[in-house]
């Protein structure tokens, strides 16, 4: 990569991080979390009583190494991405994580060209990472329901998030495991990579 490229690569970044740091832009996103989050919460407790529920949006520096790694995935990174607010149901079971989807699926507006069942990735002898992921936005006229009375505000229709869906089983090996081998940058040796494989089996015998 030449200077002249790397320069405006930079300014690139620079623009799109200002943009997305915008205190207004911030909390449209805050908001979106935190009624896409209290509209899971009151669906669990019916399809999983147990259920963890967890929402982030974006952090700032995070965002900014994201545009770095897949710079030519986006013309306007705030736009594009699907990410940036992001929510993990965590269940107790695979009946669970299927029940939570049903919710989903039959609640909300989901890009299905974008969402992905990540165990469809895995042939019969394999083992790995194992989560339902959804980009979804919020319908218009859903909520409330009597499951779920949540008023959802005007300004966060629209906004796309990334929903999780996995057992807390699951949910383990994405954080000792996954993140470890797949977000690593450096080339992770095979031995280490064939445990982790033998941890997912046996994580999977037990979900």
Aim: hydrophobic share 40%.
């Amino acid at each position: 990569m030449d200077d002249e490229t790397k320069q405006t690569d930079a300014r690139g970044v620079e623009g799109n991080v200002t943009k997305w740091a915008d205190d207004e832009l911030q909390a449209r996103y805050s908001a979106f979390a935190k009624f896409l989050s209290a509209v899971l919460n009151k669906a669990s407790k019916k399809a999983a009583p147990l259920a963890i529920v967890q929402a982030r949006v974006k952090a700032v520096d995070s965002f900014a190494e994201k545009i770095l790694r897949k710079r030519q995935l986006y013309t306007d990174p705030v736009e594009d991405m699907t990410d940036l607010c992001g929510v993990r149901v965590i269940t107790h079971t695979v009946e669970q994580v299927q029940a939570v989807s049903e919710f989903i699926e039959s609640h909300l507006d989901v890009d299905w060209d974008n969402s992905d069942d990540t165990s469809g990735r895995l042939r019969t002898t394999e083992f790995g990472y194992r989560s339902v992921h959804y980009i979804v936005r919020f319908k218009k006229d859903v909520f409330p329901t009597a499951d779920v009375p949540v008023e959802v505000p005007e300004g966060v229709y629209g906004l796309w998030a990334e929903i999780q869906v996995r057992t807390i089983l699951e949910h383990a090996w994405a954080d000792i495991a996954h993140d470890l081998t797949y977000k690593s940058p450096f080339k992770v040796p095979a031995p280490y990579l064939r445990r982790v494989a033998g941890l997912a089996a046996r994580l999977e015998g037990v979900s």
